[in-house]
């Protein structure tokens, strides 16, 4: 079964610092996608960064970074110059590339203090 | 921009009500899924549907059925509300052409008692 992990369940940095937020996936396919979503206290969930399984190259949007270690299933997202904005909940989520459907990680809550 | 709605943002029913939650996206896409949100457990798949009036099982599909009469619908149904099924419902969308985003609805925090 494809399984995907996030170990932290609350985490907090100050603002302006940078924080690592860790997910780790169980699969054996080769095609797929990973995902990091941002769910803020007012509930909608958006797409914070996506990396297809086939590119080496880490993505990258902005201040999130991702590190991508296939060999080791690992995913964790990188926040920069952490805001008061990026307070939320943060899932990983993973996609088998022949289907729609996403699996996700139990969540990470991240508070930025002033 | 993708913009998918939900009908209700919270909901209070009874134990036994037939409860339909309702899913509405603008965007023309093909995929549409439902999801419930637990402290913990993160987001589980009840259903999805890839095409009107087509569905299949999530890996949580009891106590829920689905409907999508047409392509921008997309309806869960709980038959008879059970206690255990108060929680955080979540709508998302997905192109089937040129997206592999899952774009989602603002969520119905459905309470049963």
């Known amino acids: 079964a494809q399984t995907v992990t996030q170990s932290q369940p609350e985490m907090s940095v100050q603002e302006a610092e940078t924080v690592t937020l860790s997910c780790t996936y169980d699969?054996?396919?080769?095609?797929?996608?990973l995902f990091w979503y941002k769910q803020p206290p007012s509930r909608q969930m958006i797409l914070v960064i996506r990396q297809e399984a086939y590119k080496q190259q880490n993505a990258t949007e902005n201040r999130f970074s991702v590190n991508f270690q296939k060999a080791a299933k690992s995913f964790s997202l990188k926040i920069s110059d952490s805001q008061l904005g990026d307070t939320a909940m943060y899932f990983c989520?993973?996609?088998?590339?022949?289907?729609?459907?996403?699996?996700f990680g139990q969540g990470t809550t991240l508070q930025v203090k002033p | 921009d993708v913009k998918v709605t939900q009908s209700s943002r919270y909901l209070v029913k009874r134990t036994g009500e037939k409860v339909f939650l309702e899913c509405v996206q603008d965007?023309?896409?093909?995929?549409m899924f439902w999801y419930r949100q637990d402290p913990g457990l993160g987001l589980r798949l009840i259903y999805f549907?890839?095409?009107?009036?087509?569905?299949e099982k999530g890996d949580i599909p009891e106590g829920y059925s689905v409907s999508r009469e047409k392509k921008e619908r997309f309806s869960l149904i709980l038959e008879s509300a059970s206690t255990n099924q108060t929680s955080m419902y979540l709508c998302a969308s997905l192109s089937g052409r040129d997206s592999d985003t899952q774009y989602f609805g603002p969520g119905t925090r459905l309470t049963v008692l």
């Open positions: 699969t054996s396919e080769s095609n797929y996608y």
């Open positions: 549907s890839y095409d009107v009036k087509m569905k």
């Open positions: 965007m023309d896409h093909e995929n």
């Open positions: 989520a993973f996609r088998p590339g022949n289907t729609g459907k996403l699996i």
